[in-house]
């Protein structure tokens, strides 16, 4: 791996806060949220799992970007 790739991994390294900003752009508008529960499930590809509390305004643009 190259590039961006290596720049994620080690990105994914590094992640031991206690809260991680997450963001997605859905509708060409950015929606961010804080989470307390990060983990990586997979590193090719590149997934990353977050716990949501049900009824969070969150829970309607994540999906729906796709990230």
């Known amino acids: 791996m190259t590039g961006a790739p290596l720049v994620r991994q080690e990105a994914l390294r ?15 508008r950015p929606h ?20 949501l509390r049900g009824g969070s305004a969150f829970t309607g643009p994540a999906p729906a970007s796709g990230s």
């Open 32 to 51: 961010g949220t804080t989470i307390s529960s990060v983990t990586r499930v997979s590193k090719a590809p590149l997934l990353m799992g977050v716990c």
């Open 14 to 28: 590094r992640l031991a806060a206690p809260v991680t900003v997450v963001t997605v752009r859905h509708e060409d």
